[in-house]
C-alpha cells in the first residue's frame, strides 16, 4: 500500500486491526464434552489476559459459548460482562454456532439471528450487528439479504479462499440475492495464528492483497479449532512490534471498530454479486444421514409451531416455557459447519444423530398431541371418519396416504364401499399394499385438495359400492404412461426414460446410476468437480410392475453394481405432469461417488433454490450445493418460460453439463480425512456412508419455477390422517 492522497481524502499510515480470537469448533476431531471443556478452559486464558495485558483486546461471538459458561461458570460469566462494557470483549456474529451456509433454511439462518440476538441483547446489553463465518465452507446469496433486514451492516468470513474464487480484494460490498448488501472482509490467509511467526505472516498476507489504498486491514491471531486464543507470546510480539514498519501500525482492534474505521471508503469499495463458493464440495454429499435428520428435524418442529398456531394450545403440553426453544437449539447447534458437513469424526456424527432423532420425536409428539385434541373436540358422526391434518405452507393436490383400521375383523378385511368429502360427493381411491405383510391390500390412496390452514373430513360409507374409476394410466412390465407422459423402461445401465406423451420422438436419452472412483478426502480439498466418466454405471437385474391402479401404477426396478444393489421404484400418477422416483440405495462401496443422472434440455445454465428464493448457476460440470430444487428452462433464453423441475429433499449436492443433470446421492470417503494425510490401510479406519440410504426424486414436467416451491412443499409436509369413530354406528 502506497502513502499518496486518493479519493480526496489525506492518507494516513496503515493501522492492521489485529484481532485476538479463539475459534473453538464445539466437534470435530473430538466430542462435544471435549469442545465444552475447551470453552472454559480459553474464556478464562482470555480473561486472564485481559487483566494482565492493558491493550489487549478479545472477540468470541457464539451463543452456544456463553451457554456454557452461564451454566458452569456463571462467576466467569459476570467478569465478561464487565469487560464487554468496558469494550475489551466483543461479540461478533452472535449466532448459536457458526453453522453451514449453503444447506441451512430462511428459517434457520434467522433462528440463528433471533438467538443471538435476543441472548446478547438481554444479557450484555449488546447489539450484534456483525456477521461472523471464518470457517464455513462456502456462504448463500441469501445471507447478504437475511443480514441486512436482522440490522447487520457487515460481515467476516474466510472461504472461498482466492485460489477458490478470485475476489478484487479481501474488503468488497457483498450484494445479495434479493438487493440486500453487507460490507465484507475475506482473512487472506488464517483465522488462526498460534505463533509470532505465523502472525507475521498473516499480517503480511493482509498489507500484500489489501489493493485498494484504503489504510486499513484486519487480522487474526490466537491458537484455534480447538480453541486456546491468543498467547502471551503473541501479545507481547505485538506490543514490542506495533511500529510493525514504515507506515504499518497494529492495534488491537475488533471487527466492529475494523469495519468503522473504513467507512468513509465505502463509495469506493468493489462490490460482489451472489454466492461465495467454492470450497470443500465433498462436504456435501457425504454423511447423508445428519443431513436428512437436520432437515427431518427443522421440518418437525416447523409443523408442530404451525400446528399450535392453527389449532390452539393444548394443557399440560411437554414444552410449556420456550416449547420448542430447547428443540430449536438442538437443530442449530448440530448445523455446526464440521456436523452438518459430515467432516467430524464417526463418534460425533453418531452422536449427532441420536440427538436429531430426539427432536424429531418431540416435534411428532407435539404434532400428535395437537390433532388428538382437535380430534376429541369433534362432534359425534354416523360414519366413520378420516380427519386429515396438513400443516404446509401451501395448498395440496396430491394424493393421500392411509391404512383404515377396519373393526372388527381388522388385518382380513380391506375397505370396499365409497368414499366420501365432506360434501357427500363420492372421492376416487384405489387399495394399495400397506407395509406390513399381511393380508390383501388395504391401505388406501385417495386425490384431494387441501387448502393450506384447513383440515378436511372424510368418512367411509361401508353400505355403499364404490363407483368405477376413469384414469389415463397405462402400464406394462417396460411401459408406463399417463395422458402427460410417458416412459419406457431400458436394459442393462439405461434404467428408464422419460418424455411427453405427445412428443413424436422417444426420448433416447436415458437415466441411469453412475459410479466414479472418487479418492478425494471427506471435504475433497482441491476438487471443483465429480463429472469424470464413470467406472461402472448400476445394471437392472429384474424388472416388476409393483402397482398397477387409477391413480397410480408403479414399476420397480432392481439393480446392482458389484456388491451394491438398488431399488428404484417409477411411480406415474393420474393426469399429473410429473412422475416421483423412490430410489432405496444400499452402498456397500467405498471410495466411490453414485450419482443420479438425469437427461435435461441442453442449456447452458439452470436455477438451483437457496436459502430465499433461487440462483442462476451454469451448466459446467462444476460441483455445487443442492436445496431442495432445480430448475431447467425448456427455451435457452428466458426463464420465464417452462421447464423441468427437479426436487429432492434428500440429496445435497449436484452438478449438470451437455444435457444432463446429475443429482450426487453419495460419497464414501473415510471419516474425519484431510489432505495430505493418506490412507494406506482401508479396512482400518471407517468410510461414511455405508449400508442404506433412501431418496424421494420429484421430475416435473413443462412447469414455471414459481410452482416449484409448491411441488416442493407437497413432498416435504406429507398429510396426516387419522381414524375417528366417535358416533359410528355399529
Not at 78 to 97: A, C, F, L, M, Q
Request: glycine content about 6%.
Amino acid at each position: 500500500m502506497n502513502g499518496k492522497p486518493i479519493f480526496g481524502l489525506k492518507m494516513q499510515e496503515t493501522t492492521v486491526h489485529l484481532i485476538g480470537s479463539a475459534h473453538i469448533d464445539p466437534v470435530w476431531y473430538w466430542s462435544r464434552q471435549a469442545g465444552m471443556i475447551e470453552v472454559l478452559s480459553t474464556c478464562r486464558t482470555a480473561m486472564e489476559m485481559l487483566h494482565n495485558y492493558d491493550e489487549f483486546v478479545f472477540s468470541l461471538g457464539d451463543v452456544w459459548v456463553y451457554e456454557i459458561l452461564e451454566k458452569y461458570c456463571h462467576e466467569d460469566l459476570d467478569t465478561i460482562k464487565e469487560h464487554i462494557s468496558n469494550k475489551r470483549w466483543h461479540v461478533p456474529g452472535g449466532w448459536y454456532v457458526q453453522p453451514d451456509c449453503n444447506l441451512i433454511s430462511e428459517s434457520s439462518f434467522k433462528k440463528h439471528i433471533e438467538f443471538g440476538k435476543s441472548f446478547f441483547s438481554r444479557d450484555f446489553s449488546v447489539e450484534v450487528n456483525v456477521g461472523f463465518n471464518v470457517d464455513s465452507f462456502g456462504h448463500s446469496a441469501a445471507i447478504p439479504d437475511i443480514l441486512m433486514e436482522a440490522g447487520y451492516d457487515s460481515y467476516v468470513m474466510m472461504r472461498p479462499m482466492q485460489h477458490e474464487m478470485s475476489l478484487p480484494g479481501p474488503l468488497f460490498i457483498w450484494e445479495g440475492n434479493g438487493g440486500g448488501e453487507v460490507m465484507t472482509w475475506r482473512i487472506p490467509r488464517s483465522y488462526n495464528a498460534e505463533s509470532p511467526a505465523v502472525l507475521k505472516q498473516n499480517i503480511l498476507s493482509a498489507l500484500e492483497v489489501a489493493k485498494v489504498d484504503i489504510p486499513h486491514v484486519m487480522v487474526f491471531y490466537g491458537i484455534g479449532n480447538h480453541g486456546g486464543g491468543p498467547t502471551r507470546e503473541l501479545i507481547e510480539w505485538i506490543l514490542e512490534n506495533q511500529d510493525f514498519s514504515q507506515g504499518v501500525k497494529l492495534k488491537f482492534s475488533s471487527p466492529r471498530q475494523f469495519f468503522d474505521a473504513v467507512k468513509p471508503w465505502k463509495m469506493h469499495i468493489p462490490r460482489v454479486q451472489g454466492e461465495l463458493q467454492m470450497h470443500a464440495i465433498g462436504c456435501y454429499s457425504v454423511v447423508g444421514e445428519i443431513k436428512r435428520k437436520l432437515q427431518d428435524a427443522e421440518l418437525a418442529i416447523l409443523e408442530a409451531q404451525t400446528a399450535e398456531s392453527l389449532l390452539g394450545d393444548i394443557n399440560n403440553f411437554v414444552f410449556e416455557n420456550n416449547r420448542f426453544d430447547k428443540s430449536w437449539k438442538r437443530i442449530l447447534f448440530n448445523q455446526f459447519h464440521d456436523i452438518l458437513g459430515g467432516t467430524s469424526v464417526r463418534e460425533a456424527c453418531e452422536e449427532t444423530i441420536n440427538e436429531l432423532s430426539g427432536v424429531i420425536a418431540d416435534g411428532e409428539e407435539a404434532i400428535s398431541m395437537i390433532c388428538l385434541q382437535n380430534l376429541v373436540n369433534l362432534e359425534p358422526h354416523p360414519l366413520q371418519r378420516l380427519k386429515v391434518f396438513r400443516f404446509g405452507n401451501y395448498d395440496y393436490n396430491s394424493v393421500v396416504y392411509h391404512e383404515p383400521w377396519l373393526h372388527p375383523k381388522g388385518f382380513d378385511q380391506c375397505f370396499k364401499g365409497t368414499l366420501l368429502d365432506e360434501f357427500g360427493s363420492s372421492v376416487d381411491y384405489q387399495l394399495v399394499q400397506q407395509s406390513a405383510v399381511k393380508g390383501l391390500p388395504r391401505a388406501l390412496i385417495f386425490e384431494t385438495s387441501i387448502k393450506s390452514s384447513q383440515h378436511p373430513e372424510f368418512y367411509l360409507d361401508h353400505d355403499h359400492e364404490p363407483k368405477a374409476v376413469k384414469t389415463d394410466l397405462y402400464i406394462k412390465k417396460r411401459v408406463v404412461s399417463n395422458s402427460i407422459l410417458k416412459s419406457k423402461v431400458g436394459t442393462k445401465g439405461n434404467l428408464f426414460n422419460l418424455s411427453r406423451k405427445d412428443s413424436k420422438d422417444e426420448n433416447s436419452e436415458w437415466i441411469q446410476i453412475h459410479v466414479l472412483s472418487d479418492e478425494s478426502d471427506t471435504w475433497s480439498h482441491g476438487k471443483k468437480s465429480f463429472d469424470d466418466f464413470p467406472e461402472g454405471v448400476f445394471e437392472i437385474k429384474k424388472i416388476e410392475v409393483e402397482e398397477e391402479g387409477p391413480l397410480r401404477s408403479i414399476v420397480r426396478i432392481d439393480t446392482q453394481y458389484g456388491c451394491s444393489r438398488s431399488c428404484l421404484r417409477l411411480i406415474f400418477y393420474r393426469e399429473k405432469p410429473y412422475v416421483d422416483l423412490s430410489v432405496d440405495l444400499y452402498n456397500l462401496e467405498q471410495f466411490k461417488l453414485i450419482k443420479l443422472i438425469i437427461p435435461v434440455s441442453n442449456t447452458q445454465f439452470r436455477y438451483d433454490r437457496i436459502a430465499r428464493g433461487y440462483l442462476e448457476r451454469s451448466q459446467n460440470q462444476l460441483e455445487y450445493p443442492f436445496m431442495k430444487w432445480s430448475w431447467i428452462p425448456n427455451s435457452t433464453h428466458s426463464k420465464l418460460s417452462t421447464g423441468l423441475g427437479i426436487i429432492s429433499p434428500h440429496c445435497f449436492s449436484c452438478s449438470g453439463a451437455d444435457g444432463f443433470f446429475n443429482l450426487t446421492l453419495l460419497r464414501s470417503p473415510t471419516f474425519a480425512w484431510h489432505d495430505p494425510a493418506k490412507i494406506y490401510d482401508p479396512n482400518r479406519f471407517y468410510n461414511t456412508d455405508q449400508g442404506f440410504s433412501s431418496y424421494r426424486i420429484r421430475i416435473c414436467f413443462d412447469t414455471i419455477i414459481d410452482e416449484m416451491d409448491n411441488f416442493t412443499d407437497e413432498i416435504l409436509f406429507k398429510p396426516r390422517c387419522f381414524d375417528w369413530t366417535k358416533g359410528m354406528k355399529s
